[in-house]
């Protein structure tokens, strides 16, 4: 699941942190002889350059829905299971082949659940069965007034791809068939299969293993490339603290307009006619500098605050605050959405907050624990969430103006009106984005031939 259009904000925000990854044939003459990853800058600022990785970790879920049942305009969908699970191994293939690791392959399947996320996945099963039941029921209305006979074969339920079901034990059988022919083909490398009997999702699972992996002095600077579409990836991975993670993740098309109106910079990359989409990096270490040289969310950046700053209370600060928007264990609130500027109006409230009325970050209470990620402070969140809540009416109202095509009969606040305008302006403008921003994040060679 994770959080609704938010790749697509923060790719148009900051577009440094993204890298497209060169496969095959675009990898030159260099494919043999150099075991990493080949990078290009989405942005097309800087040279091809190489990334090294150490340690490669796919949530399979986000692998095996799409080789299961894909979705979109000329998708073949498989015949049966064990076209599925074949599928399942050819992008495995594919991605250890782009992201080229030196010492680790982690597989990890959702096991178990919390009880929050089952509320959320029975409503939404429930109704994805409900829904397809009716759409097969008028399938065969309909092909029964025509006079033809409806298929004999009944549709697969993906529902299947749910921990304790006979198809998640043949799927962890071939992990397991898959890791013993990777490690026959690169005996260089460990692979770990981490399937659904093991409780926990399977992003979870990854983090606990890389914080782990942190814990120890001689793996400490070791690179981590974390493979999943759900964007409480990138949520995870900036909690982890920890520069060296890559989220490896396919192309999504942000559709952001050129900047000065199109002219001058690089002419953008042709768009693939066919085949899967581009695999890309998104460098979480661009993504702290981005988010903390921000002076637009960070109040720090520009010395307004009256306590002592730590960036790293920042970030855990924002990663709180994109959840109020959605996530896999809470309902969302109804007044924020990204494509609303919900996310922008919650960040604007916070800049303007932290250094006035907060008296501390919303995870500050790391310093009285010794835990060394920060804790949510109840209170200084609710008088954030106290004046969202004031704003909520106009939210909403300009909301049903736009989805009724109605005129506007409301009387807001001046000052009210003028904050959601300008965080909805905010949400379809990014002219001060970090577009030209020159970000290094490691000593690896730019020029591949070099």
């Given at each position: 699941?994770?959080?609704?259009?938010?790749?697509?904000?923060?790719?148009?925000?900051?577009?440094?942190?993204?890298?497209?990854?060169?496969?095959?044939?675009?990898?030159?003459?260099?494919?043999?002889?150099?075991?990493?990853?080949?990078?290009?800058?989405?942005?097309?600022?800087?040279?091809?350059?190489?990334?090294?990785?150490?340690?490669?970790?796919?949530?399979?879920?986000?692998?095996?829905?799409?080789?299961?049942?894909?979705?979109?305009?000329?998708a073949?969908?498989?015949?049966?299971?064990?076209?599925?699970?074949?599928?399942?191994?050819?992008?495995?293939?594919?991605?250890?082949?782009?992201?080229?690791?030196?010492?680790?392959?982690?597989l990890?399947?959702?096991?178990?659940?919390?009880?929050?996320?089952?509320?959320?996945?029975?409503?939404?099963?429930?109704?994805?069965?409900?829904?397809?039941?009716e759409?097969?029921?008028?399938?065969?209305?309909?092909?029964?007034?025509?006079?033809?006979?409806?298929?004999?074969?009944?549709?697969?339920?993906?529902?299947?791809?749910?921990?304790?079901?006979?198809?998640?034990?043949?799927?962890?059988?071939?992990?397991?068939?898959?890791?013993?022919?990777?490690?026959?083909?690169?005996?260089?490398?460990?692979?770990?299969?981490?399937?659904?009997?093991?409780?926990?999702?399977?992003?979870?699972?990854?983090?606990?293993?890389?914080?782990?992996?942190?814990?120890?002095?001689?793996?400490r600077?070791?690179?981590?490339?974390?493979?999943?579409?759900?964007?409480?990836?990138?949520?995870?991975s900036?909690?982890?603290?920890?520069p060296?993670?890559?989220?490896?993740?396919?192309?999504?098309?942000?559709?952001?307009?050129?900047?000065?109106?199109?002219?001058?910079?690089p002419?953008?990359?042709?768009?693939?006619?066919?085949g899967?989409?581009?695999?890309?990096?998104?460098?979480?270490?661009?993504l702290?500098?981005?988010?903390?040289?921000?002076?637009?969310?960070?109040?720090a950046?520009?010395?307004?605050?009256?306590?002592?700053?730590?960036?790293?209370?920042?970030?855990?600060?924002?990663v709180?605050?994109?959840?109020?928007?959605?996530?896999?264990?809470?309902?969302?609130?109804?007044?924020?959405?990204?494509?609303?500027?919900?996310?922008?109006?919650?960040?604007?409230?916070?800049?303007?907050?932290?250094?006035?009325?907060?008296g501390?970050?919303?995870?500050?209470?790391?310093t009285?624990?010794?835990?060394?990620?920060?804790?949510?402070?109840?209170?200084?969140?609710?008088?954030?969430?106290?004046?969202?809540?004031?704003?909520?009416?106009?939210?909403?109202?300009?909301?049903?103006?736009?989805?009724?095509?109605?005129?506007?009969?409301?009387?807001?606040?001046?000052?009210?009106?003028?904050?959601?305008?300008l965080?909805?302006?905010?949400?379809?403008?990014?002219?001060?984005?970090?577009?030209?921003?020159?970000?290094?994040?490691?000593?690896?060679?730019r020029?591949p031939?070099?």
């Amino acid at each position: 699941m994770g959080v609704p259009a938010f790749f697509r904000w923060l790719a148009a925000r900051y577009p440094p942190v993204m890298m497209d990854l060169l496969e095959g044939e675009e990898r030159g003459p260099y494919d043999a002889g150099t075991e990493a990853s080949l990078v290009r800058d989405t942005t097309g600022q800087l040279e091809a350059r190489w990334v090294q990785v150490e340690n490669l970790y796919v949530d399979c879920n986000g692998v095996v829905h799409p080789c299961c049942h894909p979705e979109g305009p000329g998708a073949v969908q498989p015949a049966t299971e064990e076209e599925m699970l074949d599928n399942v191994g050819a992008y495995l293939d594919r991605l250890v082949a782009a992201a080229r690791p030196t010492k680790l392959v982690y597989l990890a399947l959702d096991g178990v659940a919390p009880r929050a996320k089952m509320n959320q996945q029975r409503t939404r099963r429930f109704c994805s069965a409900r829904e397809a039941d009716e759409a097969a029921a008028a399938t065969r209305e309909l092909l029964a007034r025509r006079g033809h006979r409806p298929a004999a074969k009944a549709r697969w339920d993906h529902n299947a791809i749910t921990p304790g079901t006979e198809f998640m034990a043949k799927l962890a059988a071939f992990c397991r068939r898959w890791a013993e022919s990777l490690v026959a083909r690169c005996p260089q490398l460990s692979v770990i299969v981490s399937d659904a009997a093991t409780p926990g999702e399977g992003e979870h699972k990854i983090m606990d293993w890389i914080r782990r992996s942190q814990a120890d002095p001689d793996r400490r600077g070791e690179r981590h490339a974390v493979c999943g579409q759900d964007a409480d990836l990138m949520f995870l991975s900036l909690a982890l603290h920890a520069p060296r993670v890559y989220v490896l993740r396919e192309r999504v098309e942000t559709r952001r307009k050129p900047r000065g109106g199109g002219k001058g910079g690089p002419p953008p990359e042709p768009r693939k006619a066919f085949g899967p989409p581009r695999l890309q990096y998104l460098s979480c270490q661009r993504l702290r500098r981005c988010l903390i040289g921000d002076a637009s969310l960070n109040a720090a950046a520009d010395g307004a605050l009256p306590f002592p700053r730590d960036d790293e209370r920042f970030l855990d600060d924002f990663v709180l605050l994109c959840f109020f928007v959605g996530n896999d264990f809470l309902p969302q609130l109804p007044s924020l959405s990204i494509p609303d500027g919900g996310l922008d109006l919650l960040l604007l409230l916070y800049r303007r907050a932290l250094p006035r009325h907060l008296g501390g970050y919303l995870t500050d209470e790391a310093t009285r624990s010794p835990s060394p990620a920060g804790k949510v402070d109840v209170k200084r969140v609710a008088v954030l969430l106290s004046v969202l809540g004031e704003l909520e009416p106009e939210i909403l109202r300009r909301r049903a103006k736009r989805d009724t095509g109605k005129p506007d009969t409301g009387k807001p606040d001046a000052k009210t009106d003028a904050l959601v305008g300008l965080a909805a302006s905010a949400a379809a403008d990014y002219a001060n984005s970090f577009a030209a921003l020159s970000l290094d994040d490691e000593a690896s060679r730019r020029d591949p031939t070099a």
